[in-house]
Structure formats: structure tokens, C-alpha cells
């Protein structure tokens, strides 16, 4: 039997065991490097996740990736390895300065020409892309949690039929379940996971693990 308690980095032990089976991937451990030498917060998305990523781009022919809150470039490499060939991603993030060490570290694993890196509120940004009647087949939603409902109808408005949708943190370290937290991020979080799971546009599914990731196709 296993104990279901956290370790000391917050994962079960099932995470533990089966992200040791993994080889190091030494492209990404140098970005969490980079974003640890410039005392940028250490959230890129969970290993397991990432890899999660390039499978369902790679599985789906994703052509035209949308990231929204690109950080150092982590979860764009997961994205851009899995892209088709001539595929690129749109990588969209509020600070310049996380945007040019994304961009820097993208153009390191090879992605230099596969990556458009937008600079700004993603909102505003989202709002120029539809009105470039930009269409995208893959989104990976992962930026400020009180806007997530808002990101999925962007994504909806964006997508390609077929499109897929994963989006990060849907526990929020567990306060999603918390009826005592109430605040903005919580309660977008608990709408968004609800549309995620009863949105008829959508076939949607939660994944437990780490910290919560939502997954959807659009019909
Ligand atoms: C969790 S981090 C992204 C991690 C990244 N996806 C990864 O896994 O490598 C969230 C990012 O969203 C950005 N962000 C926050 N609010 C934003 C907004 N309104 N528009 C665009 N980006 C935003 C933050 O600056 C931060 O870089």
C-alpha cells in the first residue's frame, strides 16, 4: 500500500515513482536553471504535464499552438517539440522581461523560428488576434487564474474545430476545494472547472495529479 501524503516538493508518492522513471531532459532543466538564476518564481508547469503537452500536440498534428503566460519558455518547448513541422506557437506574456528570456530560451532549443512572443495583457492581446482573424488548433491556458473563464471563451472564439485546451493549477494548491477560500482566483477556478466539465461546446476532462489540469476538445 501506498501513502498518499506529500513529500517535501508536494508530490504523492505515484508522482514521485513515476517521474523517476524519466530520463533528465536537460534542454528544460537548464530553463528551470535560467529562471531560478534571475529570481523569477519557480512555477513553469510540472514536468509530467509538459510532457503531457508535447504528446497531445504530436498526437493531434497541432499547427498553430496559443500559450497564454509563457514565463521562461518551459511549457513553449513542451509545445514547440510537439508541433507538426511548419508549425509555430504564439506565446503570449505580461512582462517583457519573462518574455525575452522565453523567447531567449525557446531560440536555444531550436525553436527561434517557430515562436511569435506577444508582449502584453493577454486580454488585449487576445482581442488583436481574433481581430487578425487568427484561428489556433491547440491552447494551453496557464496565466492569472481569475481570468480562466474569460481565457476559455477566448479560446473557444479561436479555435480551429477540433481544437484542444489544457489549462494549469484548476486546484490551486488545493483551494478549490477549500469552501473557507473565497476569493477571485478561487472562485474563477471553480467556474472554470465547471464549464470545463459541463460546457456543451466542449468534451472536457480533469486531471487530479500535481496541482490540476483541465483538458478539452471543442467540438
Ligand atoms: C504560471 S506562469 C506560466 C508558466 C509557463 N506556462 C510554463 O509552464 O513554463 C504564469 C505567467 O503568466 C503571466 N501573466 C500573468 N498575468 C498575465 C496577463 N494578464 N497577460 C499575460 N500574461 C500574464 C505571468 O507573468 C507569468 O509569466
Same mark, same amino acid.
Given at each position: 500500500?501506498?501513502?498518499?501524503?506529500?513529500?517535501?516538493?508536494?508530490?504523492?508518492?505515484?508522482?514521485?515513482?513515476?517521474?523517476?522513471?524519466?530520463?533528465?531532459?536537460?534542454?528544460?532543466?537548464?530553463?528551470?536553471?535560467?529562471?531560478?538564476?534571475?529570481?523569477?518564481?519557480?512555477?513553469?508547469?510540472?514536468?509530467?504535464?509538459?510532457?503531457?503537452?508535447?504528446? @497531445? =500536440? /504530436? *498526437?493531434?498534428? +497541432?499547427?498553430?499552438?496559443?500559450? &497564454?503566460?509563457?514565463?521562461?519558455?518551459? %511549457?513553449?518547448?513542451? !509545445?514547440?517539440?510537439?508541433?507538426?513541422?511548419?508549425?509555430?506557437?504564439?506565446?503570449?506574456?505580461?512582462?517583457?522581461?519573462?518574455?525575452?528570456?522565453?523567447?531567449?530560451? @525557446? =531560440? /536555444? *532549443?531550436?525553436? +527561434?523560428?517557430?515562436?511569435?512572443? &506577444?508582449?502584453?495583457?493577454?486580454?488585449? %492581446?487576445?482581442?488583436? !488576434?481574433?481581430?487578425?482573424?487568427?484561428?489556433?488548433?491547440?491552447?494551453?491556458?496557464?496565466?492569472?487564474?481569475?481570468?480562466?473563464?474569460?481565457?476559455?471563451?477566448?479560446?473557444?472564439?479561436? *479555435?480551429?474545430?477540433?481544437?484542444?485546451?489544457?489549462?494549469?493549477?484548476?486546484?490551486?494548491?488545493?483551494?478549490?476545494?477549500?469552501?473557507?477560500?473565497?476569493?477571485?482566483?478561487?472562485?474563477?477556478?471553480?467556474?472554470?472547472?465547471?464549464?470545463?466539465?459541463?460546457?456543451?461546446?466542449?468534451?472536457?476532462?480533469?486531471?487530479? *495529479?500535481?496541482?490540476?489540469?483541465?483538458?478539452?476538445?471543442?467540438?
Amino acid at each position: 500500500m501506498f501513502r498518499r501524503g506529500k513529500d517535501e516538493d508536494g508530490m504523492t508518492e505515484p508522482e514521485v515513482y513515476f517521474e523517476s522513471l524519466f530520463p533528465e531532459d536537460r534542454e528544460l532543466a537548464r530553463i528551470e536553471e535560467s529562471i531560478r538564476e534571475r529570481g523569477m518564481p519557480e512555477i513553469s508547469v510540472e514536468p509530467a504535464y509538459g510532457r503531457l503537452l508535447t504528446l @497531445l =500536440a /504530436a *498526437a493531434t498534428g +497541432a499547427k498553430a499552438a496559443l500559450e &497564454i503566460g509563457a514565463l521562461g519558455g518551459y %511549457s513553449g518547448v513542451c !509545445l514547440a517539440r510537439g508541433l507538426r513541422a511548419g508549425g509555430t506557437l504564439t506565446s503570449l506574456e505580461l512582462k517583457p522581461e519573462y518574455a525575452e528570456l522565453a523567447r531567449a530560451n @525557446l =531560440a /536555444a *532549443a531550436g525553436f +527561434a523560428d517557430k515562436v511569435e512572443m &506577444i508582449v502584453g495583457n493577454a486580454a488585449d %492581446s487576445l482581442e488583436k !488576434l481574433e481581430a487578425d482573424g487568427r484561428k489556433f488548433d491547440f491552447f494551453f491556458i496557464d496565466a492569472d487564474k481569475e481570468n480562466y473563464p474569460a481565457y476559455l471563451e477566448w479560446a473557444i472564439r479561436l *479555435a480551429e474545430p477540433g481544437a484542444v485546451i489544457a489549462a494549469d493549477n484548476t486546484l490551486l494548491r488545493g483551494r478549490t476545494l477549500n469552501p473557507d477560500k473565497q476569493g477571485p482566483a478561487v472562485r474563477a477556478m471553480r467556474e472554470f472547472n465547471r464549464r470545463i466539465a459541463q460546457d456543451e461546446r466542449l468534451i472536457g476532462a480533469h486531471l487530479p *495529479a500535481f496541482d490540476g489540469l483541465a483538458l478539452a476538445m471543442v467540438k
